[in-house]
């Protein structure tokens, strides 16, 4: 699971009980197993009569908020916008280096969740507000960068 909780459209699911299983896969959609049992995870959850929404709320979140932490510098900064469901600049590829720091600087006119592919980092992306997320490209591959809510590709990283 990407959070602490997920929203399905009733229209997804059919009224009643129901298991939603999530399978951990890799970049090639081969399923990561440890000792040949594929890493998953299943939660249940009852989707009521349509036109109403089903949720689940597999845990709750830890109460407290903690310090937001310091931001990392980073060797690079790569900028993009999303309005109107277009990615500016248009879709392309960043190639780094490996070890090499990048920061991602995001802007949407609505609000959405970044994801980077292979190293599952995720950051809320707030409705009109830049919001940067920094890691370490300490892997070696393609990996895209999207969004969750409008599926769009906004970078691939291509790090060698």
């Known amino acids: 699971m990407y959070g602490p909780w ?3 459209p009733a229209a997804q699911v059919p009224e009643g009980a129901h298991t939603l299983t999530v399978r ?9 197993a440890v000792a040949g049992k594929p890493v998953e995870t299943a939660v249940q959850l009852t989707a009521g009569p349509r036109g109403q929404e089903s949720h689940s709320h597999p845990a709750p979140a830890p109460t407290g908020t903690p310090p937001p932490p310091q931001a990392p510098q980073a060797d690079r900064t790569v900028t993009l916008t999303v309005r ?7 879709t392309g590829r960043t190639e780094l280096r490996r070890g090499e720091r990048i920061a991602l600087r995001v802007t949407s006119d609505r ?9 599952d980092k995720e950051l809320a992306l707030p409705a009109g507000q830049e919001a940067t997320l920094v890691l370490t490209a300490d892997r070696t591959g393609l990996f895209e960068v999207e969004t969750h809510e409008s599926g769009l590709v906004l970078t ?3 790090v060698r």
Do not use: N
Not at 84 to 90: F, Q, R, T
């Open 6 to 8: 997920f929203h399905l």
């Open 24 to 32: 951990l896969y890799a970049d090639d959609h081969t399923a990561w």
């Open 84 to 90: 109107d469901g277009k990615v500016s600049p248009p």
């Open 111 to 119: 609000a959405d969740t970044l994801h980077v592919h292979g190293y």
């Open 156 to 158: 691939q990283l291509l």
